[in-house]
């Protein structure tokens, strides 16, 4: 069976996209599933954080060993010849044990030049005389081929994407199996979220996407406030005419997903890294993705 893609996305940020990203790959990956993280980010935090202890320098490294997305970026659209995203994974980037065995988790890492490499990208082709539509599908005829590859190499392969929608991250979009949209249940996120699931999601299904994308609650508080919003983007949820579903699953508020790798120390287990509320909701969290991504293999089999 050929592995599953999951984007993390939401035009806003702060709102918990790099904690999802990694707490739900080190799930998966602690389940036995080989995994891969695609770090879009240029912010590198969840590169970071699936390092570990000894995650700057090791980031240096991936600048070094031109092993990152702008290589990729830079190698594919504005070099003479393609490199496969294959060329630019870090294996067994986690340093992250469960019941004895380190995660099979690797990693494309992003780092802070990447926003240098995506302008670079858009200058050189336009000057080229690609216009933004070109430049747009040439970026997702590459990504989608690459992601396509990577799922016969992986169970599950997840992409942290940045705030805000660029080329990069609508192919990535385009080309998921499951979209999880991190929000949180307050005035200022729910607008982000309208955003999101409104034109762009319309946008990205004149281009075939096919997954409705699904709302994780984040941060939450249990205030008046936060649960009336909640209540809200539920009702908001089950109305068919709303583009978004949404998980049974809340994520607290709580300082059990302040990870920090360097307080950490080097190899902590999956238990140690995310403690109390945060490794139950997780574990509530792997589960519905789970059930989802079994739900679209059955319905593809049928």
């Known amino acids: 069976m050929l592995g599953r893609v999951i984007s993390i996305a939401n035009s806003k940020g702060g709102v918990g996209k790099t904690t999802t990203t990694v707490s739900l790959a080190e799930a998966f990956a602690a389940e036995g599933f080989k995994t891969l993280v695609v770090d879009l980010d ?10 570990g202890e000894d995650g700057d320098e090791r980031l240096y490294q991936a600048i070094n060993d031109y092993t990152n997305v702008s290589d990729y970026l830079r190698e594919n659209f504005l070099g003479e010849c393609f490199a496969h995203m294959n060329k630019f994974i870090v294996p067994n980037a986690s340093d992250v044990s469960y019941m004895g065995k380190r995660l099979d988790l690797s990693l494309v890492p992003a780092t802070p030049g990447l926003r240098r490499a995506e302008r670079e990208l858009i200058y050189i082709l336009t000057e080229q005389g690609y216009s933004m539509t070109a430049i747009e599908g040439r970026v997702g005829l590459r990504l989608r081929q690459d992601m396509a590859d990577l799922r016969k190499q992986f169970d599950i392969v997840i992409c942290d994407c940045p ?3 660029s080329a990069m991250t609508e192919a990535t979009l385009s080309a998921s199996d499951l979209i999880i949209v991190p929000t949180i249940p ?6 982000g979220l309208d955003l999101f699931t409104g034109d762009i999601i319309q946008s990205l299904k004149k281009r075939g996407l096919s997954s409705v994308p699904v709302v994780l609650a984040t941060k939450y508080d249990n205030s008046p406030h936060q649960q009336a919003v909640l209540h ?3 009702e908001g949820a089950s109305d ?3 583009e978004y579903d949404m998980f049974e ?12 790798p360097v307080e950490l120390g080097a190899n902590p287990t999956l238990a140690q890294k995310w403690q109390g509320e945060a490794l139950t909701t997780i574990n509530m969290l792997y ?4 059930a989802r991504l079994a739900a679209q293999t059955t319905s593809e089999a049928a």
């Open 287 to 290: 589960q519905e993705v789970q």
């Open 186 to 191: 307050d005035f200022m996120s729910t607008l």
């Open 240 to 242: 068919p005419d709303i």
């Open 163 to 165: 705030p805000g929608i």
């Open 42 to 51: 240029s912010q590198a935090n969840a590169s970071l954080l699936i390092y």
């Open 232 to 234: 809200a983007m539920r």
């Open 249 to 260: 699953t809340v994520v607290p508020n709580s300082a059990d997903f302040a990870a920090n």
